[in-house]
């Protein structure tokens, strides 16, 4: 069926993309391990609104696509600043509540824009948010999980699962 179909494509580019990265170029992917970490939040949470900060050749955004798991989904690419979207994100993309935030884009921008989202009030109970590279490059105060840097063995890396249970 059509949805099989689809799903089998999707994994076809991503395995292109690990390939590729494991023979001839590093590219910043999420890649095939911590991609089983997001994997399992999508499956667990099945979101329905998926937010991702940082966005490089699409990997990881294929992969949140094909976990959707229904012909229904759309993804917006927004080629803008975080800081500058988070803010505008009910108005101008009449979003109104995110299920799932992964963050991937330049670690000191991982707690600002925590910040930006929790002011938002699109946060919402049991809103999970993915923190990659935690631990290298670094972004301590999400460190939670442990996990090897994709495609690099050797350096010590790890994601971050926070789950939002409102603003004291
Ligand atoms: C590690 S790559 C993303 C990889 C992607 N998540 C994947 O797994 O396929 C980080 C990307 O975030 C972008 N970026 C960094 N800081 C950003 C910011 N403040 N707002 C939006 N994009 C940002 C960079 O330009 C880069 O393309």
């Known amino acids: 069926n059509l949805n099989s179909t689809l799903?089998?494509?999707?994994?076809?580019?991503?395995?292109?993309?690990?390939?590729?990265?494991?023979?001839?170029?590093?590219i910043s992917n999420i890649g095939p391990k911590k991609g089983k970490i997001l994997d399992r939040l999508l499956q667990e949470h099945c979101p329905i609104t998926v937010l991702e900060l940082g966005t490089h050749c699409g990997h990881s955004t294929v992969f949140c696509s094909a976990r959707q798991n229904k012909l229904s989904f759309f993804v917006e690419l927004i080629v803008r600043a975080s800081d500058e979207v988070i803010p505008r994100l009910r108005e101008d993309f009449s979003v109104?509540?995110?299920?799932l935030v992964f963050m991937d884009h330049w670690k000191r921008c991982y707690l600002p824009d925590l910040q930006l989202l929790e002011g938002s009030g699109?946060?919402?109970?049991g809103s999970i948010i993915l923190a990659?590279?935690?631990?290298?490059?670094?972004?301590?105060?999400?460190?939670?999980?442990?996990?090897?840097?994709?495609?690099?063995?050797?350096?010590?890396?790890?994601?971050?699962e926070l789950t939002f249970i409102g603003i004291k």
Do not use: K
């Not at 699109?122 to 109970?125: K, S, T, W, Y």
């Not at 590279?133 to 994601?159: K, S, W």
């Open 7 to 26: 799903i089998q494509n999707v994994q076809s580019i991503l395995d292109t993309f690990d390939q590729w990265c494991c023979s001839v170029e590093l």
């Open 96 to 99: 109104e509540r995110l299920d």
């Open 122 to 125: 699109l946060l919402g109970e």
């Open 132 to 160: 990659d590279n935690v631990i290298f490059p670094g972004a301590p105060n999400f460190l939670v999980h442990r996990a090897t840097l994709e495609y690099i063995q050797g350096i010590r890396d790890g994601m971050a």
